[in-house]
């Protein structure tokens, strides 16, 4: 069981996050006729062994989104970014205003 | 036999305890293996696969042998270590894997008929007629193996907790508990644990002394030195098993419960530092005969001696090829066991070592090799040395011998840490790190009680020092040296372990007797003949030769047979043992029961169970429920004498005929607010979302990236920035995330807010020809607003019920193909709501419906559901919902569609059924093929994925997936449910999914 570094909430269990998706499907043209572009970002991801951007959600936390950069055979987590607007919950569970 | 003086029991107290039936006697401080020792019980167990007669080996975590089923007999608890097992009053052990009992055990044969057995033997013996398998799998279960797991549920209660510190240190032997002392000082929260009773590791084991005290007062002084700081916790009896990523450190801790039972708790220890103070394990020696009961480590001799006073023995006999088993010798002899001999592999000891033996008369055998001679116990030693040319023979009945220390390296390399062999010690010791981790004291190779000492107080500096502290800092936060000296006390020599196993033809010659087994594994009866056969047939890799002789692989995980079995495998394959390698440590270290990883989420605890608030109002209609995801919902409810068959029945009739309600609470729903609403329900939805008006309500599907259906429920907008959408029972979390991924980090531009409302909103769809008319008695000012409402219309209205008003939202849409409304109102006032509606039932005859009910009447409808209609693999095309498919606005998924695949035949397509015999069943999961037969009938080409029996229609209604189903229309085809209902293929006609009002008249009415 890995230990992630919420941005918001600090270094928490990883069972209290999700992980969503590769960093890659940020970069949709959105709209756009780039079909190709697009599918391939959808199916022709890259799988290499070392480092990759991967985006969780603190899911069982303050629903925040952050960036990973984690080594898929180390399990190393280089850093973890906030991602997107602020979560809508701090970490006592409590609305942010 | 039990000393008279001497050793950490309390001999004020007595234990009554039993083995095979047989009452014993204990004491506190023994633990099962010691007390069983002092009764004088020798056998034990009989071995995995030639069922010979074992006795205790070892003295700790190691052993391989005395494996025992502990409890009463419904919940005993099998191949439990009794090294392990601290006694306890009442304690009922019992030996396994023999029939009929363990002094006579007729599956012995199996020793005769080891030829057969030899490695791999089942896999080239059994391997036809392939038929024949099961029978001879269940034979070989009966006749080789370990305990019986328990036929009840035990007693046993188990809990799991998270736990953080600074420093974890594990094993609390000498430089453990020397870290700790130093690093109590300090401001660190540190944790101790230890898997034995009381802390002291080997110092309780053996005759030393520190600073004039015995090795035991010194651990005693420590130990009340750590228990009073504030910063330090002590755990006993608990295992560290597992070493997992970012210095997770799983810990098995067993409580004593009463004095019967031992619960146990599972700690998921975060440390910042850990330190592996885990020490080391002695290595057997390999010989002929070398599992007879009377053999066994050296090191346990005088454990069993020094911290339990049992005598494992009257007259004993030393095989060694270190210095360390002549503690043994002095130490035994010094209680008054008659010591006959001490055989050293090595031609030359040490001189001191040798004068401690002639001091007491002992004889000492240089450049010996020995065998052991006995049929249920040892009865003899032969022996040939380097001396004499003349074997010799030695009367005994205990054989202490030692091959070696082997440092517990497990956790050091769960952690991914390097191992770096050590030639000089002939084994491997921890290299690098590779998490925040110090490897102290014997496990380092180390095996001077000084130099132990000295390398706890290392590492704990070192730990220190990554902590930022520094020697004589004020303010606490610095770590200084202990003013505590120290006596050079050894706990043993080390010399470089020469020979470990005995070569079998030079001992033949030299007429010692080889002709018996030579152990490497005990655990799993691997012998010296069964490597060479693997090396033979070409299994010359470590990780090979362990998985085709099973050495290592006991539940012991070879503790004591690996290095051994290694180094015979170098021998062969004549490469240096680092160049072989070693097998990868895996958790756990010590076996964990499953229990404990299951902890309190066991039955009804498995899962978290949700329940709508309408729950209570469900049970009092006499619902039988049944989970919908996590959701516990009605099914249907039962009315006095009812069968459920009928109740569905009945609750499916109301709704067509008259009119039914029911609770739609579990709906996932949304709201939705901002100016750019409309842009982000275009997006997300396939149809056109942006020309929905204020008071109305649409169908909407989503995609996901891939173009494959995520989710379908609707879309109400309730006001000119305001929207109420709703998803599918399954998919409501999913949706949540998916749409606020979109919101916070793709679309963070868009002006829309988005709240989940799932709990907040409570809803009852109220269904059926007399909908409109029975909430037209709740409607009161209102009514005029409900009757204008059109299908797939919103209103706002208050329902009245003497005097009192609750606002609710009032949807007409429906799902089960009648005129039908869903009414929501917030959570508070659901049952208010449920009983107003109830009570103006009976002139109508109002019934509610449950989920069976509900489902025959959107089968008969062709309405899908997510995940059962259409899987992961569906398309809006493949459900019929292409048409829907916007064209003038891009939506999420809408390029994956435009691949070719997409639109080629050979797709799954939706369809209905129906059976060509009316009578037929058609049920949910079976799989659909072009002929019938129960043989060579083909490839699957779908299945069906929903089914239920249509009381109107008097069949079954099915909906299906099926390969190219809408260019079937109207074709027969069959339904294969052979594990079920049907054992027979069913003729089946592919119909349009649609069997009831196709024309939709009855929703518009």
Request: hydrophobic letters at 35%; glycine letters at 10%; proline letters at 5%.
């Amino acid at each position: 069981m890995q230990e992630i570094r919420c941005p918001w909430c600090g270094p928490r269990v990883q069972t209290e996050f999700e992980y969503y998706c590769d960093d890659s499907l940020l970069t949709e043209v959105w709209g756009s006729e780039a079909v190709q572009q697009n599918l391939d970002r959808v199916f022709l991801r890259s799988n290499h062994l070392g480092y990759h951007q991967e985006i969780w959600q603190h899911t069982h936390g303050c629903r925040g989104w952050l960036r990973v950069l984690r080594h898929n055979l180390t399990h190393e987590i280089k850093e973890s970014q906030p991602l997107g607007s602020n979560p809508v919950v701090d970490k006592d569970g409590r609305m942010q205003s | 036999m039990r000393m008279s003086q001497g050793g950490l029991i309390d001999r004020g107290r007595i234990l009554n305890f039993s083995f095979n039936g047989r009452s014993l006697q204990g004491h506190p401080g023994d633990s099962l293996a010691s007390a069983l020792i002092a009764n004088g019980i020798r056998l034990v167990g009989r071995s995995f696969k030639y069922h010979r007669p074992r006795g205790i080996f070892s003295a700790g975590s190691e052993e391989p042998n005395a494996m025992l089923r502990i409890g009463p007999e419904a919940t005993a608890e099998p191949n439990t270590r009794a090294t392990q097992t601290p006694l306890y009053e009442g304690l009922q052990a019992r030996s396994q894997n023999h029939w009929p009992s363990l002094e006579v055990d007729l599956l012995s044969i199996n020793n005769l008929l080891s030829p057969v057995f030899s490695t791999g033997f089942y896999n080239k013996t059994f391997i036809s007629p392939r038929k024949l398998w099961p029978v001879y799998e269940k034979m070989l279960r009966h006749i080789a193996g370990h305990g019986r797991a328990p036929g009840q549920r035990g007693p046993e209660q188990f809990e799991q907790c998270f736990s953080h510190c600074d420093v974890l240190i594990i094993g609390a032997g000498p430089a453990g508990l020397a870290a700790a002392r130093r690093l109590a000082s300090t401001d660190l929260r540190v944790v101790v644990v230890d898997e034995c009773e009381r802390p002291g590791g080997w110092l309780l084991k053996e005759n030393t002394s520190i600073d004039g005290s015995n090795g035991t007062d010194w651990c005693d002084r420590i130990t009340r030195q750590l228990s009073a700081a504030e910063n330090v916790t002590l755990l006993y009896l608990t295992t560290a098993f597992g070493f997992y990523d970012h210095n997770l450190v799983a810990l098995a801790e067993r409580l004593p419960s009463g004095a019967a039972t031992f619960s146990q708790r599972l700690h998921r220890v975060r440390a910042k530092q850990v330190v592996f103070a885990t020490g080391s394990i002695e290595r057997p020696l390999v010989f002929a005969n070398n599992d007879l009961p009377g053999i066994m480590l050296a090191g346990a001799a005088r454990a069993y001696l020094n911290q339990f006073a049992a005598k494992v023995g009257q007259r004993m006999v030393i095989y060694t090829n270190n210095d360390s088993a002549y503690r043994s010798a002095v130490d035994l002899s010094d209680a008054g066991v008659d010591v006959a001999a001490v055989a050293d592999l090595r031609e030359a000891p040490h001189a001191s070592a040798i004068a401690r033996l002639s001091e007491r008369g002992i004889s000492l055998y240089k450049g010996a090799r020995i065998a052991a001679h006995g049929r249920r116990h040892l009865r003899s030693v032969r022996l040939c040395h380097s001396g004499s040319e003349q074997a010799l023979q030695l009367d005994c009945d205990t054989l202490a011998v030692s091959g070696g220390w082997t440092p517990t390296l497990h956790l050091h390399s769960q952690s991914g840490g390097a191992v770096r062999f050590e030639p000089q010690l002939d084994t491997f010791v921890p290299g690098t790190p590779k998490q925040a981790t110090v490897a102290a004291g014997a496990v380092n190779g180390l095996h001077g009680l000084q130099e132990c000492l000295d390398d706890g107080e290392r590492a704990a500096v070192t730990i220190a020092k990554r902590f930022g502290l520094v020697t004589g800092a004020p303010n606490g936060r610095s770590i200084d040296p202990s003013n505590e000296s120290v006596e050079n006390q050894l706990l043993f020599d080390t010399d470089c372990p020469a020979v470990k196993v005995v070569n079998q033809h030079k001992a033949r010659r030299r007429g010692i007797g080889a002709s018996g087994k030579y152990f490497v594994d005990f655990q799993n009866d691997v012998t010296i003949s069964d490597v060479r056969q693997a090396y033979r047939e070409s299994y010359v890799s470590v990780e090979h030769l362990k998985r085709y002789t099973t050495l290592g692989m006991g539940t012991d995980q070879g503790k004591t047979s690996n290095l051994n079995g290694l180094d015979l495998l170098a021998g062969l394959r004549e490469e240096p043992v680092p160049k072989v390698g070693i097998t990868t440590f895996r958790p756990p270290y010590t076996p964990v029961t499953l229990g404990l990883l299951a902890g309190q989420s066991q039955g009804a605890h498995l899962s978290p169970t949700r329940k709508t608030v309408l729950h209570a109002k469900h049970e009092q209609a006499g619902a039988v429920f049944d989970f919908n995801g996590l959701w516990l919902r009605p099914r249907c409810y039962l009315r006095h004498g009812e069968t459920e068959e009928t109740a569905i029945g009945r609750e499916i009739r109301a709704v067509r005929e008259g009119v039914g309600m029911t609770d739609v609470s579990t709906l996932g729903k949304f709201e939705i607010q901002g100016a750019d609403c409309a842009e982000f329900l275009n997006r997300v939805y396939i149809g056109n979302m942006d020309t929905l008006v204020s008071g109305r309500c649409r169908y909407g599907l989503m995609l996901s990236d891939d173009g494959m259906v995520l989710d379908d429920g609707t879309v109400t907008r309730l006001d000119q920035q305001h929207y109420f959408i709703t998803t599918s029972t399954g998919h409501a979390e999913h949706v949540l995330q998916h749409l606020e991924f979109l919101l916070d980090v793709l679309w963070p531009e868009l002006d829309v807010n988005l709240v989940a409302v799932t709990e907040q909103w409570a809803g009852v769809a109220v269904a059926g020809p007399a909908s409109r008319k029975l909430l037209r008695q709740l409607a009161g000012s209102d009514t005029e607003v409900l009757e204008s409402v059109p299908y797939m219309g919103y209103a706002s209205i208050e329902l009245e019920e003497s005097g009192q008003c609750i606002k609710a939202r009032l949807l007409r849409i429906s799902y089960s193909g009648e005129m039908a409304y869903e009414i929501y109102v917030p959570a508070h006032s659901a049952t208010h709501v449920w009983e107003l509606i109830l009570n103006h039932g009976p002139g109508f005859d109002l019934q509610p419906y449950g989920m069976d009910a509900m489902d025959v009447l959107r089968i008969e409808k062709g309405f899908i559901v997510v995940g059962a209609d259409a899987d992961g693999r569906t398309t809006p095309m493949d459900i019929g919902m292409g048409a829907m498919l916007s064209k003038t606005k891009h939506f999420i998924g809408r390029h994956a569609l435009t691949r070719p695949a997409m639109h080629e035949s050979g797709r799954f397509q939706l369809v209905g059924l129906q059976a060509v015999n009316y009578q037929d069943g058609l049920f949910e999961g079976a799989q659909l093929t072009r002929l019938a037969g129960d043989r060579g009938y083909g490839a699957s080409i779908g299945h069906i994925s929903s089914a239920g029996f249509s009381p109107l229609l008097q069949r079954h209604v099915a909906l299906a997936l099926v390969r190219d189903g809408r260019k079937h229309l109207g074709q027969t085809i069959y339904s294969q449910d052979p594990a079920r209902a049907c054992p027979t293929p069913v003729g089946v006609t592919i119909v349009e999914p649609c069997a009831y009002d196709p024309e939709g008249a009855r929703l518009r009415r």
